[in-house]
């Protein structure tokens, strides 16, 4: 069973009067072609015992992180807010300080870029984007990590030379669920989670498997990986919500990820869904 408190540590919003999503392309995302807010989300998170969620940037510009800070201080049910900026920017330092000096700015608490979107599967180790990354660290702030398995080397050997900062490895590092295979995805994330300073999120999982025709068992394989290689103290429950609605509903994907984790004691799960997030965000629950 899930603690009776749980924190969503990965969701998103969006309005589509305000700004298009441009990811959302072809027929199988189409169901997502529409705006999805807080209050969408909020009976489904409350009926499933939500006590609070971590918000997380969607598209890289920078309008988008001033309005989901000013939405979290709006909903109670928000905790914080993992935005973006641009961390090759010269001036990083100064558009964090001023996310933090805006309205619910005291909500942010990590930053994160499409990384799986970029080219370079080296991106994460360019001299700009250490300066980046190292500004994020002195901000006190989490770094999230949405990549495909071929750059997570990157990932790795940015955390080793940045031991200040911590990393959250999104999706598990996004593996190939569909396919069954596990390899190179299963080597790249031991040697991610070897070290410290790295967490990772039991989110987004849905989405990686056969449209329509998965079961439990297909996520096992990966799962236990995750759990064996960060252990349930640095592992964090998501439910990317609301993506995970091209394959399961909200309490369906919480109900998985409390069945891939029926291994766990009360005091591991209670980790998993709520202590983790909490720990890693520096959340305020009050």
Not at 43 to 66: D, F, K, L, W
Not at 242 to 256: K, Q, S, W
Request: glycine share 6%; with cysteine; aromatic share 8%.
């Amino acid at each position: 069973m899930t603690p009776p408190v749980v924190i969503d540590a990965h969701h998103h919003v969006w309005d589509l009067a305000v700004r298009p999503q441009p990811w959302i392309t072809g027929e199988r995302l189409q169901p997502l072609a529409r705006s999805f807010s807080v209050d969408d989300l909020t009976t489904a998170a409350r009926a499933a015992g939500v006590a609070g969620t971590v918000v997380v940037q969607t598209v890289c510009v920078p309008t988008e992180t001033p309005e989901l800070l000013a939405m979290a201080k709006a909903h109670p049910l928000v905790k914080g807010v993992v935005g973006w900026t641009d961390l090759t920017a010269p001036d990083i330092a100064d558009s964090l300080a001023a996310l933090r000096a805006g309205p619910g700015g005291d909500r942010l608490v990590g930053i994160r870029h499409q990384i799986q979107d970029e080219p370079d599967p080296y991106w994460l180790v360019r001299k700009d984007v250490r300066h980046g990354l190292t500004a994020v660290a002195e901000a006190g702030l989490a770094y999230d990590l949405v990549v495909r398995p071929h750059q997570l080397p990157a990932a790795a050997a940015a955390a080793a030379a940045l031991t200040e900062l911590t990393f959250v490895l999104d999706h598990l590092g996004k593996p190939s669920v569909a396919t069954k295979e596990t390899e190179p995805w299963a080597t790249y994330v031991r040697h991610f989670a070897a070290l410290p300073n790295t967490f990772c999120k039991l989110s987004g999982l849905v989405t990686e498997a056969a449209h329509g025709t998965w079961t439990t068992a297909d996520f096992a394989p990966y799962v236990d990986i995750a759990l064996d290689a960060f252990g349930p103290d640095r592992l964090l429950y998501g439910s990317d919500w609301p993506v995970c609605t091209l394959e399961a509903g909200y309490d369906t994907v919480m109900r998985l990820a409390d069945e891939l984790t029926s291994v766990l004691s009360p005091a591991e799960k209670e980790a998993v869904f709520h202590r983790n997030a909490v720990h890693v965000y520096q959340l305020t629950l009050a």
